[in-house]
Structure formats: structure tokens, C-alpha cells
């Protein structure tokens, strides 16, 4: 399978979004995108077709809360209008190519592919508290973050809303389960996908569709700081995830181009004022890679970042990546850099390590579908 990338590096244009909107960005045939659409959108859509207004909740429980993969199992919509909408409106579905379920713990990887042929990854865990998912926000990504596979092939474009939810969705049809939590922590930089995702996150967490505690939502940024203040006066209670990795400037550049961009002190800023707005503690996520950002020192710094903002850190023994070259600290000095943070009163966990034995690592699957 092939897909053309287009290499395009955070230090270029990080901040724009690309266009949002409900239509399906597929060459010339650009068609209405039925699960991208609020429930408002929809109604007016219905009353235009001039049927009956109670049509518009039906559609949009069939496909939000029951997940509807096709209009066949509509079976209280008439026979004549499931043929119509789905000649004007096809579903975006996505299409299951590989599962991997981790013979240690469980966890499944998916590779799905869009209604244009791009390849996905997604992946659902069970832990204590519920199913999470990880999606996806981007085919690819132009972030460039030296430790991350998703970015060894550029950008090939952004999620759809519906795009984003179907990831969830395919895997509740797949699983017969339900998902509590949701993080958006696969491939691509969401805050380089605002309006899509500002659309996704409505969705998922309305009332009237899946109605996912927006608590219980999860998005993660290097750090695209004007979208932080943005998505700070959204109204939203999801929880911010800031992958950090170093706690000094001049670290950070050399592993993730995003930060000749944006200073940490701006971005310090920007998490603070999110904080301020929502309530809502902010999550450092620290990538641990031996020789690289794993000394004391390091844990000083990061400690003074984080005990202004009362952030939770969150420690992820770098997964491998054989195209990088890097490799974790070994078990002992991973919890050595965890206590010393606990000393100083940090908040800090090390995130369980799942699916080790799946190529967990964000970008993984697919780099082996992608050439
Ligand atoms: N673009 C977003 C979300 C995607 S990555 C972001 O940068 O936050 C989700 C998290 O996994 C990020 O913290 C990312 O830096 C981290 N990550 C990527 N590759 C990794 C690897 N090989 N090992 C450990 N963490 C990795």
C-alpha cells in the first residue's frame, strides 16, 4: 500500500489548521460528511429534504450512539430514504487491515483505512477504571520529534471529524465494548488539526451522540501555544497533555523541532493560563531516553516547570524506535528520576507500558504498511 507524503516540518507553518467543515476531503468528489455533522447541521439538512424533523435525532442516534457501519441497519428509517442518503451521504468507515492483541496484556492495535485509502492507527486498552481508546488525529505528521515514528514520512493530511470518531467507533463494533476514556495520542499533532478536532471533541462528548465525559477525554500537543490559548476559552473540560521532554530550551530543540518556535517559557505560559480557564491540572508527558533527558539535573528542571502549574508528570520510558537509535533508561534509573521528582513534591506516574510486544509506539504499524 503507498500513500504520497508531503514532508512539511513544524518550523514551517505548525499553527495553521487545515480547513474544517463537513465535507470529505477526497479529491474532486467532495460529498457531504454525514457523521461529521452536528445534530443541528443535520436537522437542517433533514428539513430541507423536507421530511419529518424527528428523521434527524433517528440518523444521528443510528450513527452516534449505535454506530451504525451502514444505512442497511437503519431499519427504522423507510426502505426509500436509506437508499437515498446513502447515494448523497455515504458513511465514513473505517476499514479494519490489521489487529494485533497483545498476548501480555491484552491491549489491541488497529490499522484501519479511510475512505481514501490512508492508513490509520488506533488503539484500545483495558484498564481498571474502563476501555480507553487512543486515536488518531493525522495521517502522518510534520512535527518532525526526533523519538516519534508517526513523523519518519511527513504529513499526508488531517483527520475529519468523522474520521476521528470512527476510529472509536469501529473499535466498540469490533469489540462489543463500551470505551469510558478517550486520548488523542496516536499519530499526528491534533492542535495542527484544530477546527477537526474542536468538531470531534463536540461530537464525542454531546449529549445526544456517545456522550463521553469530556473529563474522561484526553488530548495531547507538543505544544502549539496560540491553540493552547485557544482551546483554553472553548469551554471544554478535557484534560491537556503537554509532551515536554525537556526541560530546558536548548534540550528540547534538539529532539523536537516545535520548540525553536515556541519558547518553554511561552509555553509555560500558555499551560498556565489553560489551568486558569478550565480547572483542570495539566499533564507533562516526559519521554525518558538514557544519556538524552534522564539526569538529575533533569529532574530539577522539570521539576521547577511543574510546581507552578501543579502539572502531573507523566513518565514514558521512550518506546524504542529503530530508525532513531534511542533507548530507555533501564527499570532501576527510571524509578531513581521518578522518586527523585516525588521528593521535591512532584505529582508523577510512569505510564504502564502496554502492548510492548505489539509495537505499541505511536506510527509503528503503519511504518510497516508505508513505504
Ligand atoms: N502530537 C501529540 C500527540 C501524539 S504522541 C504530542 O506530541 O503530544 C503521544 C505521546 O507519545 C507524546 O508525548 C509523544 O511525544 C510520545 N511519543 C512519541 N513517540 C514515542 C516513543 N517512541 N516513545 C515514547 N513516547 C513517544
Not at 474544517?20 to 474532486?28: H, I, V
Not at 483505512?113 to 488518531?136: A, Q, T
Not at 505489539?358 to 504498511?369: F, H, K, P, S
Request: net charge neutral; with cysteine.
Amino acid at each position: 500500500m503507498r500513500e504520497d507524503t508531503t514532508e512539511k516540518r513544524a518550523g514551517q507553518s505548525a499553527a495553521e489548521s487545515p480547513s474544517a467543515g463537513t465535507d470529505r476531503q477526497k479529491g474532486s468528489d467532495v460529498l457531504p460528511d454525514i457523521k461529521s455533522m452536528y445534530l443541528e447541521e443535520l436537522r437542517s439538512m433533514v428539513r430541507e429534504k423536507g421530511l419529518p424533523a424527528f428523521r434527524a435525532k433517528q440518523i444521528y442516534e443510528w450513527i452516534h450512539v449505535r454506530q451504525a457501519a451502514s444505512y442497511e441497519e437503519m431499519t427504522n428509517l423507510p426502505a426509500r430514504l436509506r437508499a437515498e442518503l446513502s447515494a448523497e451521504y455515504p458513511l465514513v468507515t473505517a476499514k479494519l487491515i490489521d489487529r494485533q492483541i497483545s498476548a501480555a496484556d491484552g491491549t489491541q492495535k488497529y490499522l484501519f483505512e479511510m475512505p481514501d485509502g490512508c492508513l490509520v492507527e488506533s488503539v484500545f486498552m483495558r484498564y481498571h477504571f474502563g476501555n480507553s481508546v487512543c486515536i488518531s488525529s493525522q495521517v502522518g505528521c510534520r512535527m518532525g520529534c526526533s523519538f516519534c515514528a508517526s513523523t519518519l514520512h511527513g504529513l499526508v493530511r488531517s483527520l475529519t471529524a468523522s474520521e476521528m470518531l470512527e476510529q472509536i467507533y469501529a473499535i466498540i463494533r469490533q469489540t462489543g465494548e463500551a470505551v469510558s476514556h478517550v486520548v488523542v495520542m496516536g499519530m499526528g499533532e491534533p492542535l495542527d488539526n484544530y477546527d477537526n478536532l474542536l468538531r470531534f471533541i463536540r461530537l464525542l462528548t454531546g449529549p445526544e451522540g456517545l456522550n463521553l465525559s469530556q473529563r474522561s477525554l484526553t488530548v495531547s500537543t507538543c505544544g502549539i501555544v496560540p491553540n493552547i490559548y485557544r482551546l483554553a476559552k472553548e469551554g471544554l473540560h478535557i484534560t491537556l497533555a503537554l509532551s515536554l521532554h525537556a526541560a530546558t530550551d536548548e534540550q528540547r530543540r534538539k529532539i523536537m523541532p516545535i520548540a525553536n518556535r515556541y519558547s518553554i517559557e511561552e509555553l509555560m505560559k500558555a499551560c498556565g493560563a489553560y489551568y486558569r480557564e478550565t480547572g483542570r491540572q495539566i499533564t507533562f508527558e516526559y519521554s525518558l531516553i538514557r544519556g538524552v533527558n534522564d539526569s538529575s539535573a533533569d529532574a530539577q528542571g522539570l521539576t521547577r516547570l511543574a510546581k507552578p502549574l501543579r502539572a502531573h508528570i507523566n513518565l514514558i520510558p521512550v518506546n524504542p524506535v529503530r530508525e532513531r537509535g534511542y533507548e530507555h533508561p533501564d527499570n532501576a534509573h527510571v524509578q531513581a528520576f521518578k522518586k527523585e521528582l516525588e521528593n521535591n513534591d512532584v505529582n508523577v506516574s510512569i505510564r504502564r507500558a502496554l502492548g510492548k510486544d505489539i509495537e505499541g509506539a505511536c506510527g509503528q504499524l503503519r511504518n510497516r504498511y508505508v513505504r
